[in-house]
């Protein structure tokens, strides 16, 4: 009798050795293609469920899905930090050319609304020593009403970003919120950010009322060197919940080789 199951195999190459990269310890993710949903996955042609992320056996990746299934996405997070991601990977599609030498990345994980209220949860990804966090973005794909969320790292859940709504579809900034006070001329930084404690400095405004020598407050940008393994999180803010919401989170940052030398 035929199984219900269909076998793929991937293996990333160094595009300028042609070599296979060797990795035995990273990490990838299989999700719907074009969608920010985890695909089911097993381990085996018998049905053995396959917890994900899954872990890189000499930088390839097998696993096996539904024989319905004829196209998936990957997101590769790789030992020495490298990240990628494969859109729309066919079954024919076994070698994936990466460049494991440039210091450039965005890292693209997919983020569940499936926490209980002011509850963290992990990604299933860490960031590694020697990343430099220039930015972070998120992507609303499936709404939720009136729920907002946090991202961030283990022990600053609302690192990267906070409040952010889950309310519509679309791109998240995370950018610092200005309220204005009576007159436009004098905007308020506000006390509470979308923009997370790790990648800003901001002091509040004095006062909401817009008078002479009243400070209005600042913002300044600001990387995040990740000096050790930190789980990336996420999760509603308190009172809220939201099991439908999902997207992607986009992590712009740097390599800093030296970094835990």
């Known amino acids: 009798m035929a199984s219900n199951y269909i076998e793929w195999q991937f293996q990333l190459f160094n595009r300028r050795t042609s070599r296979p990269v060797s990795d035995a310890t990273g990490l990838f993710r299989v999700l719907t293609a074009s969608a920010a949903t985890v695909q089911t996955i097993y381990k085996n042609a018998e049905g053995t469920a396959y917890t994900q992320p899954a872990t890189l056996v000499g930088g390839a990746g097998r696993f096996f899905t539904d024989s319905s299934i004829t196209t998936v996405d990957l997101t590769i997070l790789t030992a020495s930090g490298q990240s990628y991601f494969v859109e729309a990977l066919t079954l024919s599609q076994h070698r994936v050319d990466v460049d494991p030498e440039k210091l450039e990345y965005t890292f693209i994980c997919d983020w569940q609304g499936t926490s209980g209220c002011g509850v963290a949860a992990a990604s ?138």
């Open 124 to 261: 299933g990804f860490s960031l590694l020593a020697g990343m430099r966090i220039n930015d972070v973005n998120i992507h609303v794909t499936t709404a939720s009403t009136a729920t907002a969320y946090d991202f961030g790292v283990s022990g600053t859940p609302k690192g990267f970003g906070s409040i952010v709504q889950s309310s519509a579809t679309g791109w998240r900034q995370n950018e610092v919120v200005l309220t204005s006070s009576e007159s436009a001329t004098f905007p308020i930084v506000a006390a509470i950010q979308k923009r997370g404690s790790l990648l800003v400095d901001f002091a509040t405004g004095y006062s909401a009322t817009a008078t002479a020598g009243r400070s209005t407050g600042f913002f300044s940008k600001k990387p995040y060197i990740v000096t050790a393994t930190t789980a990336l999180v996420y999760g509603p803010i308190e009172t809220q919940t939201a099991l439908t919401a999902n997207g992607y989170i986009y992590i712009s940052y740097d390599l800093l080789p030296t970094v835990g030398n």
